[in-house]
């Protein structure tokens, strides 16, 4: 009976990945900290956050190269503590590739192949598929240092995908890239995935790498995860002052609720008038700041205005110019308005008022 | 070829030398100091014997003939094969290879662990791996005699430990001088095997760990191929110095285990030496150890060509 009722739960949960308060710690650091993560069947998933939140460190947990120093991780409800990388029906894209130099192009994506027992010939006929798949397969035959670093990423690729496993952990593996090939092998990235239908779990501390690529992102800091969800909630809808200034650009100011109640409050930003601004129900009673978008910041006249100040400087992007205010108590805010306005725009030095966009302001944790 | 260019990748052409020239220094030292005595050897051993030592610039074969045949007493009888100096050769060969064999077995984790270390420890380590070096080989094969043998610190504290009721009578058997061998020459075989192991790439064990190998199949399909030209190169510093070694057979092994390198330093040896016949000798040892080196050679440029 028992047995029977875990193993609907198991087989009902669609979770591929499931990490269970992970907490690593390196002699007295602690890399991570009580970490919980359900990732799903098929999904894009990316661990987004700056250097050395501990990123590489969960994955190198789910590939099997460290020991957890408590906690769990599950894939499809079976615990893999214990079990060293290579009874895990997981792999892993390395940041440097760690292509294996004596061996030729096809030789080292039929390797895992072979290590699993797949014969020869069958074991070459996949390897040389997967080479196809990643357009490679014209380079077989070649030794990976004759290879450029893009070449050298798909062959890492196709050597981690030729096994078919449940998950695919790629550790920022387009940083080695330049910045136009990196555009062309994220959408190339996308599409394999939806193609193979295998978990992806995808590393990277570049924002808009995290927003266009996943189904889900979670971001991290301090080895802790900030805030899980899809790229618009996380956009949209930070969690806390970390996730909104992380994301994205914005102007996280001191505000004074005056009055708030499920998702909608009323602040007030440095003697302003009051705005709403919207939060989430499950807010923390500290949470004392607003996250506006510059684009969410219109300008204004003295009596419609929620914030004022002295504009600093004008900064030029192109299709927008930015402008840098300074308000009364020093702290320093951003706005953006089109470039064909420019002729409107108010002098540096002279003052200025703003308008909160309705609906477009956030009250976060801190 | 449109790959020539993407060949040179990591030897860019600025760095390399300009010219053969580099290497004038090192050819001249080596030609006047290494081949031509090689070469005065060779001659020598085709000379008569001048009785007190030395040779007369005769030609001759006898030096050879006395190596490989018997004749009887007076030299008159029909040429038997002479097995007492095959023999010699053989059992050298066969010490050289076991100490090799354990240099290997013993050298290989240890240079391994070395290069897993991290930088500081690392260097430590290296550096006390040569610190016998700092005391002559002789001084150290004699202090070795004296450690083992039987009043020696070693047998008088097995005894104290009851491990043994008498002594372990190692002085004078092939037992020391193999110890002596492996001794010596140990360190030759940890520093290459350590070069290479150094560059191995640690992310290349976890690629292929994540890739379903066992601990024993990384070993053997990634780690082991990488510092294999660290393996072959230390047991060519082992076992050719060991073949020719004469302090550890002559110091530790008495006049039972006899090896090449005493045979042919007692030939050059007072009255009762033969120059000739430790050239020949010395020449039939050389000509093997080149056969054996040049197979080797060939093996691995073959194993390159295949790979
Ligand atoms: N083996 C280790 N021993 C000690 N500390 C470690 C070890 N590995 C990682 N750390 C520490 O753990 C923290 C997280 O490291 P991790 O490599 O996971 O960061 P990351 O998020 O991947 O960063 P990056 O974006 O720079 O790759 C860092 O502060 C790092 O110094
Ligand atoms: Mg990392």
Redo the contacts between chains.
Sequence with gaps: MNDQANAQIASSSTAAIQVLSAQKRFGQFTALDKVSLEIGAGEFFTLLGPSGCGKTTLLRLI???EDLTSGDILLYGATQAGL???RRE???V?Q?Y??????SVVQNVE??LL??GIAKVEARRRALAALEMVHMGSFVD?SP???SGGQQQRVALA??LA?EPKVLLLDEPLSALDLKLRQKVRLELTTLQRNTGITFIFVTHDQEEALTMSDRIAVMSHGRVQQVGTPEEIYEHPRNRFVADFIGETNLLAAEQLEGQGTQATVRVMGGRPFRVERSADLGVGASHVSIRPENLILTDAEEANISGTVSQHVYLGTDVQIAISAADGTEIMTRVQSGSASTLPAPGSTCHLKVREGRARLVDD | MAGDMQSARGTSRLYQGKGPWLLLPAWAVIGIFLLLPVCLIVVYSFLTKEFHGGVIPEPSLAAYDQFFFDRGIFGDDPPRIEWNYIEIYLLSFLQAGLATLFCLVIGLPSAWYIATRPIRLRQMLILVITVPYWVNLLIRTISLKFLIRDEGPMNAFLQWTGLLDHPLHLVNTSYAVQLGLFYSYLPFMVLPIFASAERFDIALSEASADLYSTKWQTFRLITLPTIWPGVVAGSILVFVPSLGAFLAPNLLGGAKTYMIGSLIDEQFKGAAGNWPFGAAAATILMSVVLVVLILNARSQIKLKGAG
Excluded: D, E, S, Y
């Design positions: 590939a099997g190269f060293p990388p290579n997981i792999n892993t390395f440097q760690a292509l294996f130099p004596l061996m390797f895992g290590r699993k070649r240092v004759q290879l050597r981690a096994p």
